[in-house]
Structures are given as structure tokens and as C-alpha cells.
């Protein structure tokens, strides 16, 4: 991909030669854009943390609970024995992601990760709330520690802490739910010790995170940064510095002097770096930095409505509308993404359509498939019966499609299934041999008690060729006469 690329993008902007740390200080933007993302951060807030709270189906919207091994999403219930499903449903959004990414760029980096969202709206807040903006936030980190700066970072430190703790608690609430959480808070922590020190351990990872980290999360260690630059192509849009028309430079200066008619709209007043919270320059083309925060285009746009010229300098385009080529949104590797998206998504969805509280399943028992005695033929099975819910069931099993004369014994009529447990009971079933005419299939039907679902499970009758047993019954016959 041509990316204007110039030789010295080898190096990380936030790293020195010398390897220490640059540290940032990305200067405050308004604009449509920062307004919109500002919107879009409160929501998935929001979402983030309503999401435990609220039931759907009796249960929290979300509740992973790894102690019980039952997922609950959304009024759907996941037993073990159905995470196969969150195998399609974690693919499916895997390509979902490939897609968006061939299509929109960093769209999910700068909108929707949780990384920018908390640090961008919550962090940054706190921190231009108590150190003020970009240039007092500069001065101050250089000027001595005197009593009002220690204020300020203690006070500053203790609201990160806080933050942290709180998204780390409703983290917890996810697997444990919100009320379990809220016990917790209030025993002992040698009640829960374990809890205890996950909690601890998540909250100084997410306040060196969002603290000190930062960028380098996304520019050092995040895979998909690095991913995305395959999934990319000339006609994704990304955020880009439109050359053709803002090359040669202007200083500011001539800018002022000859409204339209200098060579070049960029005015070279650094606004689109300030801003950039990965430290950037938009002009030298795509860079593995750049989160597609979209600030550099408010700022720029600003630059541009102030000198009277239009906006979108730095804009929204792919790589070949920023070169003056037409782009060209249908693609075949969109194609192939959708497709695999669909497959993902399709799966997940049917089966999530099929799931029910409770799961049946009916297996032959290990050792000889049959066993024929002198009266009967007769077949071992395990029947296997999952309670999902957290309440007791009751169940009524019956079988259907036998011949007649099949003597059942074992598993049979209602059973009480525990809270999110299981029975695993034999059924055995004989058939008499003078009725017995060869294999045959039959199905073991489940019903909950209050009528609302049903579930069935064919197994096969096996046995030994009819024929053989009535040449062996007359043998017998014989035998005895005899
Ligand atoms: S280059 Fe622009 S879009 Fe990319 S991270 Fe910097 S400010 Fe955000
Ligand atoms: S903000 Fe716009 S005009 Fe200013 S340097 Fe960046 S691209 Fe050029």
C-alpha cells in the first residue's frame, strides 16, 4: 500500500533514541467527531455497566458463571456441554472484526476498545479535571514538587484508583454477579482470598494501565495493531492526510496573506500532532500507531473553517480517494469475510435458537451391545439428564416408536433433577424373544413439567438376526422333545 511513508517512521514516536519513554501530552479537541465518540464512549459506558444489572430471562444480561460452568447471555442459557457454540459465535465475531477492519480501518480502536474508551473518557477526564489542559499539564510535570503539585497527583491518583477498582469490580460482576460482588465487598477479605487478590491484582494492572501505560498498549503490545496493516488495502477507509491538495506547506503566516491562493492548504501549524494521542504526524501517511481516533480531523477541519478554506484535509478516505482515485468498496476479500461471518454467526444462531434448560443425552452402556437370554433380548443404555436452570426440575420420561411387548425398567416416568445438576441413570429395555423381529430405532422423549419444552434423543435396539434366534429357539425346542 503507498503510504507516503518517509524514512524516519522506523522508530516509535513515544520512544526515544536512548529508549526511554516520550511521555504525551495530547492537547484537548472539539469538533463533530470527538463530539460523536464522546457519545458513542458514554453508551458503551453505560452498556458496560448496566449490563450485570440487568435481568433478562431471570438472569443478568451477561453472566459468565464460571462456578456453576453455565453462561448466561442475553435469556440464553450455555451449559459445558454447549460451549461448542461459543466457539462459532467467537469465530463469527472474529470476522466480523476482519470485515469491519477491510472496510473501515481502525474503526473498532478509535470508537469502541475498551482501551480507548475508558482512557480517552474517563482517565483523560480525570486528568484535565485536576491538571488542567494540555500546556499546564506540561508545565506542571516539570516544575518542582512542591506541596500544591503533590496535592493535585495525590488527588489525581486516588480518583485513577478509584476508576480502576471500579471497572475492575464490575469486571468481577460478570462472573459472579453484582450482589455476590457487593457481599464480597463487605466481608472480610480473608472470607474470599482469592477473590481478594484477583481484585487487587486487576485493579494495579488496569491503574498502571490507564495511569502511566497508556498508548504503548496499543503501539507496543496489541495484536490486533499489528493485524490490522494485512487486513487493510487501498480502498479501506482510514484516516488520512490528503497530499494532492495540502502540499507544498504554507506557514501560517503566508496562510493569512493570500487566502486561496498559496500552493498547498496545509498550513504546517502542527495542530493535527498535538492532538494525536499516539504522538503522530496524520501527513506521513498510515502508520501502525494511528488508532483512528479521528482527533487530527477536528483539529485540522478547526484550522481549516479559521482560514476560510474546506474542510477534510485530513479526513475519512481510503488510500486511493486521498490519491484522487475512485475507491472501490466492493471487494472480493469483503466477500469472503461476509461469507465466513455468515457461516460463524449463521451456526451460532441456530444454535442458540435449539438451546433449552435442560440437555438429554442417551448412550449405550460399555460392554456387549445386546445380551440375550433365555426369555429376552435385551439392551443397556445411560440416560443422562442436565438441569440448566437454578431451580429444581421435574421431568417426565417417556419412550416412543418401541415395538409392543418392550418391558422398560431403569429410568422411567418422573424424575427431579437438582439445581444446575444432572442425573445419570440406567434404562434398561427388554423384548421378549417371540416378539422380537430384528433392530429398530426408538426415542426417548423428555418434558418439563410445565409443558414448555420437549426434548427427544433416537438411540437403536440392537440384536442378533432374527432368524438365527428362531432356528436356535426350535433347537432348543427340539432338544427338549428330544
Ligand atoms: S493520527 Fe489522527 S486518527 Fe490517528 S491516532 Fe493520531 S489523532 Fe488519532
Ligand atoms: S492541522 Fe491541518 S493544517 Fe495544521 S499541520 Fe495538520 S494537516 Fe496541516
Known amino acids: 500500500m503507498s503510504t507516503h511513508l518517509s524514512p524516519n517512521l522506523d522508530s516509535v514516536t513515544t520512544i526515544r533514541d536512548d529508549g526511554s519513554r516520550r511521555i504525551l501530552y495530547p492537547a484537548d479537541v472539539r469538533g463533530r467527531f470527538t463530539l460523536a465518540r464522546r457519545i458513542s464512549a458514554a453508551v458503551l459506558i453505560a452498556v458496560y455497566i448496566l449490563l450485570p444489572w440487568v435481568k433478562v430471562g431471570g438472569y443478568p444480561a451477561v453472566f459468565l458463571d464460571i462456578a456453576t460452568r453455565r453462561f448466561h447471555l442475553f435469556g440464553f442459557t450455555l451449559a459445558a456441554q454447549d460451549v461448542w457454540l461459543m466457539f462459532f459465535l467467537i469465530t463469527g465475531l472474529g470476522f466480523l472484526l476482519f470485515f469491519l477492519t477491510a472496510l473501515l480501518g481502525r474503526v473498532w480502536c478509535g470508537w469502541a476498545c475498551p482501551q480507548t474508551v475508558f482512557l480517552e473518557h474517563i482517565f483523560r477526564g480525570i486528568e484535565r479535571m485536576i491538571d488542567g489542559d494540555a500546556v499546564r499539564r506540561r508545565a506542571l510535570a516539570s516544575s518542582p514538587w512542591t506541596a500544591p503539585r503533590v496535592l493535585r497527583a495525590t488527588a489525581k491518583h486516588a480518583l485513577y484508583i478509584l476508576a480502576a477498582a471500579g ?74 492526510y490528503d497530499a494532492g491538495r495540502g502540499e507544498p506547506r504554507m506557514t501560517v503566516t503566508d496562510a493569512h496573506k493570500k487566502p486561496g491562493a498559496a500552493p498547498g492548504d496545509c498550513v504546517a501549524c502542527n495542530r493535527c500532532v498535538q492532538v494525536c494521542p499516539t504522538g503522530i504526524d496524520i501527513r506521513n501517511g498510515l502508520q501502525l500507531e494511528c488508532v483512528g481516533c479521528a482527533a487530527c480531523i477536528d483539529a485540522c477541519d478547526e484550522v481549516m473553517v479559521r482560514l476560510h478554506r474546506p474542510k477534510g484535509l485530513v479526513r475519512y478516505d481510503s488510500p486511493n480517494g486521498l490519491a484522487g482515485k475512485a475507491t472501490r468498496w466492493i471487494r472480493p476479500r469483503l466477500g469472503v469475510y461476509a461469507f465466513l461471518l455468515a457461516v460463524g ?61 418392550l418391558v422398560r425398567s431403569g429410568l422411567t416416568g418422573q424424575v427431579e433433577v437438582p439445581a444446575l445438576g444432572e442425573v445419570v441413570e440406567p434404562l434398561i429395555l427388554q423384548q421378549p424373544r417371540g416378539s422380537y423381529s430384528g433392530p429398530f430405532t426408538f426415542r426417548t422423549v423428555v418434558q418439563d413439567s410445565a409443558g414448555t419444552f420437549q426434548l427427544e434423543r433416537q438411540a437403536e435396539f440392537l440384536g442378533p438376526d432374527p432368524q438365527l434366534l428362531r432356528e436356535d429357539e426350535s433347537e432348543r425346542a427340539g432338544g427338549g422333545h428330544g
Open 345 to 405: 454467526m449463521g451456526v451460532a444462531s441456530w444454535g442458540l435458537s435449539t438451546l433449552h434448560p435442560a440437555v438429554l443425552g442417551v448412550t449405550r452402556m460399555i460392554g456387549a451391545p445386546y445380551i440375550v437370554d433365555a426369555r429376552f433380548v435385551r439392551n443397556q443404555f445411560l440416560v443422562r439428564l442436565v438441569n440448566k436452570t437454578t431451580e429444581p426440575a421435574r421431568y417426565t420420561l417417556s419412550l416412543r416408536g418401541g415395538p409392543d411387548g
Open 167 to 240: 471497572v475492575a469490580h464490575l469486571f468481577l460482576a460478570y462472573f459472579v454477579s453484582i450482589p455476590h460482588v457487593w457481599a464480597m465487598m463487605r466481608a472480610a477479605p480473608a472470607e474470599h482470598w482469592s477473590t481478594f487478590v484477583f481484585m487487587a491484582v486487576a485493579t494495579g494492572i488496569l491503574y498502571f494501565n490507564f495511569s502511566w501505560f497508556r498508548e504503548q498498549l496499543c503501539i507496543v503490545i496489541c495484536p490486533y495493531g499489528r493485524l490490522q496493516s494485512a487486513l487493510v488495502d487501498e480502498n479501506t477507509l482510514v484516516i488520512g
